[in-house]
T-cell receptor
Framework: GAGVSQTPSNKVTEKGKYVELRCDPI?????LYWYRQSLGQGPEFLIY????????DSGLPNDRFFAVRPEGSVSTLKIQRTERGDSAVYLC?????????????FGPGTRLTVL | DAKTTQPNSMESNEEEPVHLPCNHS???????IHWYRQLPSQGPEYVIH???SNVNNRMASLAIAEDRKSSTLILHRATLRDAAVYYC???????????????FGQGTILTVHP
């Protein structure tokens, strides 16, 4: 079946611009996660949703970052006033639920470059 | 949060077994030990998880020390496709700051030689 998909695969933007990154989870998965990964580092948690609500947004670095999942399926990560330090690969994952027994399935990521 | 410690890198030859260690001396009684790996230019993928007993699946085996302060991921016959970064991650059974999310460390870079 289809895995987690993310669009776009690459995004180049200029400092100060607004960007939206989209994640399509595996059908039926109620939990959806966003991570970002800088070069040479492990992925860093940003936020996760259980259904439509954000269950844990403790990883969002500041108020320029926001994510939504209005219908409990597709999610959009929104970054306002982008900075060069936001350049990273943004990974999305989904799982049947957030419990410890459920593995997370990751998408291929969106590579964001802020010039 | 309980932390994990892994070697930065390890090397193996193809078709030989590989033992990837992980220390987690501050693990709590309800923390599960999960392993994920990340192949080059891909998102991470789940490998295996366990609580107390050793576990086997089609990808690997997980050996957990009796005191649970360390564990070892075992790849029985390494292939070139197993070259990846391997992450050892603790996940809370319920509640707590490690519930839901995965907290990745630096992981171990495994190089497999032909």
């Amino acid at each position: 079946g289809a895995g987690v998909s993310q669009t776009p695969s690459n995004k180049v933007t200029e400092k100060g611009k607004y960007v939206e990154l989209r994640c399509d989870p595996i059908s039926g998965h109620t939990a959806l996660y966003w991570y970002r990964q800088s070069l040479g580092q492990g992925p860093e948690f940003l936020i996760y949703f259980q259904g439509t609500g954000a269950a844990d947004d403790s990883g969002l670095p500041n108020d320029r970052f926001f994510a939504v999942r209005p219908e409990g399926s597709v999610s959009t990560l929104k970054i306002q006033r982008t900075e060069r330090g936001d350049s990273a690969v943004y990974l999305c994952a989904s799982s049947q639920s957030a419990g410890v027994y459920n593995e997370q399935f990751f998408g291929p990521g969106t590579r964001l470059t802020v010039l | 949060d309980a932390k994990t410690t892994q070697p930065n890198s390890m090397e193996s030859n193809e078709e030989e077994p590989v033992h990837l260690p992980c220390n987690h001396s501050t693990i709590s009684g309800t923390d599960y030990i999960h392993w994920y790996r990340q192949l080059p230019s891909q998102g991470p993928e789940y490998v295996i998880h366990g609580l107390t007993s050793n576990v086997n699946n089609r990808m690997a085996s997980l050996a957990i020390a009796e005191d649970r302060k360390s564990s070892t991921l075992i790849l029985h016959r390494a292939t070139l496709r197993d070259a990846a970064v391997y992450y050892c991650i603790l996940r809370a059974l319920a509640g707590g700051t490690s519930y839901g999310k995965l907290t990745f460390g630096q992981g171990t870079i495994l190089t497999v030689h032909p």
